[in-house]
């Protein structure tokens, strides 16, 4: 009688194990904040470097996901994916398919399309574009390095080939900035209640440069991301005396 019990116990737990694992993927692995707005709540997840879920009106919303942040085969399908440029640290086709489902619409950059067949459908923004998904308005914006090159003298993220994307969720606008620096057209924003800025070298911004940014187009909430070993300490120090913009640390290396 013991060893059948025994067997019942274990076949239960193998029936609900995937699906503890999975609960357990999407709602405890990763932090989650919750900012209000005036069409309901923005739910931010940070899965980690330069990959987000945003959650609104029953919507999910992915920015550039990559499997080396996650296992994308369990997260919630995407009703819209969004995608700064073609660096396999953001755009990873593995990763999309994953969260692709019947009805998922894809904005990308020319250069991701030209990548793969796989995004032909997808909606193409050039810097300066903008289009609206179920109410939501996204607008694409420059990302590019003006002083940050490699060896050949060619900028890491050359003008006009990456996105920054703004997206407006009731009356919060959200500017996720993909690869730059403090370019003239970040600091020409207004409006912005939330920025993600990028703070790892030698790709994208010095501290100096995300809190010279931000003294200038003044975020009210500012999370830097994609920082990889750049110590977030140094940017709470530089912007300590300006009270105007929060700063938020999340596990975004």
Do not use: W
């Not at 060893?3 to 609900?16: S, Y």
């Not at 992915?62 to 996650?70: A, L, N, R, S």
């Not at 991701?112 to 300066?128: D, F, P, Q, R, W």
């Amino acid at each position: 009688m013991k060893k059948i019990h025994h067997k019942v116990v274990f076949f239960i737990f193998m029936c609900l194990s995937p699906l503890i694992l999975n609960a357990k993927y999407s709602d405890a692995m990763y932090e989650k904040d919750t900012i209000s707005t005036s069409d309901g709540d923005l739910i931010i997840s940070f899965i980690g470097h330069a990959s987000l879920i945003f959650e609104f009106k029953n919507l999910t919303i992915h920015i550039d996901p990559v499997m080396q942040e996650g296992d994308y085969s369990k997260m919630p399908k995407a009703d819209l994916i969004v995608i700064t440029h073609e660096h396999s640290d953001h755009f990873d086709l593995t990763a999309i398919k994953h969260l692709t489902k019947k009805e998922t619409k894809l904005i990308v950059t020319g250069e991701c399309v030209h990548s793969t067949e796989y995004l032909s459908n997808a909606e193409i923004l050039k810097n300066g574009d903008k289009t609206t998904y179920n109410g939501i308005r996204v607008e694409a914006v420059p990302a590019y390095n003006i002083k940050h090159k490699r060896h050949d003298g060619n900028p890491f993220h050359p003008k006009g080939s990456g996105n920054g994307y703004i997206l407006t969720f009731g009356d919060k606008k959200v500017y996720i900035a993909g690869d730059t620096e403090n370019i003239p057209e970040m600091k020409a924003l207004t409006g912005i209640d939330i920025a993600f800025l990028p703070m790892n070298l030698p790709y994208t911004m010095t501290p100096e440069m995300v809190a010279d940014a931000a003294r200038t187009f003044k975020p009210k909430i500012l999370y830097p991301y994609h920082y990889g070993n750049t110590n977030t300490r140094d940017l709470i120090n530089l912007l300590k005396d300006n009270p105007e913009t929060e700063i938020r640390i999340r596990d975004l290396k």
